[in-house]
């Protein structure tokens, strides 16, 4: 697809989806653009305010369409609609930027530094969020949601005007030391004045960008000269002499704190690698290490000794021999994977002017250069991730990630996604079973479509429509709304969730793997039915200004609030000893009348519930788990007969997942099994030849087992009982060749397999 195939099929999808809802097209701009910033990791969980241009002191207009706060970074964003339902747009001019900069501004100075509220109704929910922006803003130096910059984003489906494509604004031409050279967009921003002594900064997200962004396998990189961008004439570093013909680079460097600081403070959190955001995101920078701190402020020159330094990646660098000294000038695509709290502790430390110099400070950098971001194994895995997960895992930092922090190619999605294109869902709404497609990488689904023919596309589309597309936050959500019963968790947003639910999924994936089998599957897919029949529910009745329907649900409510809450409720009601009839809404594709009624009636009871907030934002409400257990515990509500009615007993339940869980452990045996067989004649016969020739004399019982593998080998067959099991006996005689190999492994003779 080309850039105007993309623009045209971007409005005609708004168009179709304000038809869908009722809504005006500029209402499914902006959840279309929050949904793409929030995959491309700018936004987390961004919130409509709800208001439109507002005339506030000596007529100044003034808006915000939504807000959201990056934790990582210690930032508020504001974001800015400039919408038009045109094929043939007028230009985004400067003229116009500075229109929206400054009704974003004049809303930030009403709500800092005015009277807001003599501009709104009371109960107008804009105070509310008014009232938490002030005081993060406000905040004192020490607490931990102390918003220390501010960000406008401005959303326009217009095309730029010439004036504002500027190269040294929005494109920037980088030289590949590989000898390529390639133009790339980078993220540059329109500096602006600062805010009551915070850095201000305007971001444009216009319709060529989000294709590029869309297009590419990797977020938009970040390009910094060292010299142009910050004054220093580079990084002093070490290459390494690791080899030749490897995949990537490595340097050794000491990059000073000031630069590392100046670094986050413009680009933010973009730095920190994608997957290692989510899971260090709001914790990490919560609990700043105080001995960070203290070294920074009151013993900086001690601070290289003192601290573990960073672990970075880069898709390419320049480097320049300057007086005998290597220094790396130029860095693209430059992330951090270990050390974000150091650095965030940097920045913090310029931004509260508790020591904006940053004299003497100097950190320890480990630079891997990987510029291979395509190449992906049978599991497609690419090696990029496999490499920063490594990196992650294994490197020092005071914030460490560790293997639980669910990266796409965990064990546990690659898991899914094998039996996502394995059981198909039976006939519902279609005439042929179709796929629940997995997509545990973004954009996966349109990547396995890129070779197809026209008649081989439209038939991959058949067996898996883009209707039933999970992604993996996706998942992360409807497993912890209605397994886990926490709708506190998923009102926190995708990275608040991702995090709960990878830390346990992970740990349980590999404590305990044949629990993830073919009905493990089915229930996942039966929560992705309830959580999006939910959604449909209140999406198809909510009542608009261009479909004026009287129902309580309005356009701009709280739905992924509503959502979760009302599922968790449903199905924390449910008696003692039952459960729901999975099999029964996998079978149908589609829940009944009596479980349809229930949510009718328990999701107008939830907005009641969670509109009486005591002053409280709604959304920020609904993220405490005593907001969560005061609903649970004290709403009353019984669901009907009919629903009842459809429950089966937990005990059957409970045969179903351990007659499953027996399978999957078979199924995981004989693979296993076959993988040691498939190792071949020549592999295990030579194994025998190693032990002999090194004095290391097989026993008569290894000897045998050795033989018994060569003819499985040989054959291709593995003896098998009538019940489907592997025989004991072949168990036992694989083992105690198995016996023999690590004897030979640990004398250094064999290499593990």
């Known amino acids: 697809m080309d850039y105007q195939e993309y623009r045209e099929e971007f409005l005609e999808t708004l168009r179709a989806d304000s038809a869908h809802s009722g809504t005006d097209t500029e209402d499914e701009f902006l959840n279309h653009t929050f949904d793409l910033l929030m995959d491309f990791n700018e936004l987390d969980s961004p919130e409509r305010t709800g208001m439109g241009d507002k005339k506030g002191k000596g007529g100044r207009l003034m808006r915000a369409d939504g807000y959201c706060f990056d934790e990582t970074d210690h930032s508020l964003i504001l974001l800015i609609s400039d919408f038009q339902d045109s094929k043939e747009t007028d230009k ?69 005007d010439t004036k504002l494509l500027s190269t040294n604004l929005l494109e920037t031409t980088i030289k590949n030391t590989r000898g390529k050279k390639k133009t790339t967009k980078t993220n540059k921003r329109i500096k602006k004045e600062d805010f009551n002594g915070k850095p201000l900064e305007i971001a444009l997200w216009y319709p060529e960008r989000f294709f590029e962004m869309e297009n590419s396998n990797n977020n938009e990189p970040i390009v910094i000269d060292v010299e142009e961008d910050y004054g220093y004439k580079g990084i002093p ?104 709290q150091t650095t965030a502790s940097l920045a913090e430390a310029v931004l509260k002017r508790t020591n904006t110099e940053l004299e003497g400070i100097y950190v320890p950098m480990k630079l891997t250069v990987i510029d291979d971001r395509e190449s992906e194994d049978e599991n497609g895995i690419r090696f990029y ?92 959500m409807y497993i912890t709304a209605v397994f886990s019963l926490r709708p506190d968790i998923v009102s926190r947003g995708k ?147 009919d629903f009842l009615k459809e429950l089966v007993s937990s005990a059957e339940v409970k045969e179903v997942e351990q007659a499953a869980k027996t399978d999957k452990k078979e199924e995981n045996n004989l693979q296993n099994i076959m993988e040691i067989v498939n190792r071949g004649v020549d592999y295990w016969q030579n194994l025998v030849k190693i032990a002999q020739d090194h004095r290391i004399k097989p026993s008569f019982q290894e000897l045998t087992a050795i033989n018994q593998l060569v003819e499985m080998a040989k054959t291709g067959d593995v003896p098998i009982t009538s019940s489907g099991k592997v025989p004991s006996r072949v168990t036992k005689s694989i083992q105690t060749a198995l016996g023999l190999e690590d004897k030979l492994i640990t004398e250094g003779l064999l290499k593990k397999q």
């Open 495 to 641: 990275n608040w969730t991702m995090k709960a639910f990878g830390t346990e999924i992970s740990e349980a994936f590999r404590k305990n793997r044949e629990s993830f089998n073919e009905f493990y599957f089915k229930k996942c897919i039966c929560a992705a039915i309830i959580y999006r029949s939910v959604d449909y529910y209140l999406e198809s009745h909510k009542d608009s200004a261009r479909n004026p329907t009287g129902f309580w649900y309005k356009t701009g409510g709280y739905k992924l609030n509503i959502v979760p809450y009302s599922i968790a409720k449903i199905i924390s009601s449910i008696p003692s000893g039952f459960s729901l009839d999975w099999m029964k809404i996998w079978d149908k594709q589609a829940l009944s009348p009596a479980f349809m009624r229930e949510i009718e009636i328990v999701t107008k009871m939830t907005n009641d519930f969670i509109c009486d907030s005591n002053g409280v934002i709604v959304t920020e409400y609904c993220k405490k788990l005593l907001t969560w257990e005061r609903f649970r515990d004290t709403i009353e509500y019984k669901p009907s007969a």
């Open 385 to 476: 991730d496999e490499m920063v997960q490594s990196i992650a895992k294994f490197a020092n930092s005071q914030n460490k990630v560790t293997a639980a922090d669910l990266f796409s190619n965990d064990p546990f999605h690659i898991q899914m996604e094998k039996m996502s294109k394995r059981f198909l869902a039976p006939p519902g709404q279609s005439a042929v079973p179709t796929g629940w497609y997995y997509e545990r990488s973004r954009k996966k689904y349109k990547q396995e479509q890129v070779k197809l023919s026209k008649d081989e596309q439209k038939r991959f589309m058949s067996k898996y429509p883009k209707a039933q597309i999970i992604t993996k936050e996706q998942l992360a």
């Open 237 to 340: 570093c070490i290459k390494g002499d690791i080899g030749d013909n490897l995949d990537y680079e490595a340097y050794i460097a000491i990059i000073p704190g000031k630069l590392l600081a100046d670094i986050y403070i413009e680009h933010g959190s973009r730095v920190l690698e994608g997957n290692v955001r989510a899971f260090l995101g709001t914790s990490g920078s919560k609990s700043v290490n105080s001995g960070i701190r203290r070294t920074i402020n009151n013993d900086p020159t001690k601070f290289f000794t003192y601290n573990n330094g960073i672990a970075t990646t880069a898709s390419d660098v320049e480097t320049e021999l300057i007086d005998g000294q290597l220094y790396i000038t130029r860095v693209v695509d430059l992330q951090i994977i270990n050390g974000g």
């Open 92 to 160: 985004l001019t400067r003229t116009r930027v500075d229109e929206l900069y400054w009704r974003l501004y004049y809303f930030l100075d009403e709500v800092c530094n005015g009277t807001i509220s003599s501009y709104f109704d009371d109960s107008d929910d804009v105070l509310k969020i008014a009232s938490y922006i002030r005081r993060r803003i406000n905040a004192d130096s020490n607490d931990p949601e102390l918003v220390l910059k501010i960000k406008f984003f401005i959303l326009t489906n217009k095309e730029l």
